[in-house]
């Protein structure tokens, strides 16, 4: 299998993976100085909101 990766399209396509995971943000209590690691993180539209939410509330 021969797949190469394309921020753009991936946005374009499957958007709707990263808006179903928004409402886990929700759900998270990170205590402060937690290190925290999304793993194949798509475009990174989910990890940016995770980050402001760490910034906002830690």
């Known amino acids: 299998m021969n797949i190469k990766w394309?921020?753009?399209?991936?946005?374009?396509?499957?958007?709707?993976?990263?808006?179903?995971?928004?409402?886990?943000?929700?759900?998270?209590?990170?205590?402060e100085g937690s290190l925290v690691v999304d793993m194949g993180c798509g475009n990174g539209a989910l990890t940016g909101k995770l980050r402001e939410k760490l910034l906002v509330d830690g």
């Not at 394309?6 to 995971?21: I, L, M, P, R």
């Not at 409402?23 to 998270?28: E, G, P, T």
């Open 6 to 31: 394309n921020a753009k399209d991936y946005t374009e396509n499957v958007s709707f993976v990263h808006q179903y995971g928004e409402d886990v943000l929700s759900m998270l209590d990170v205590p």
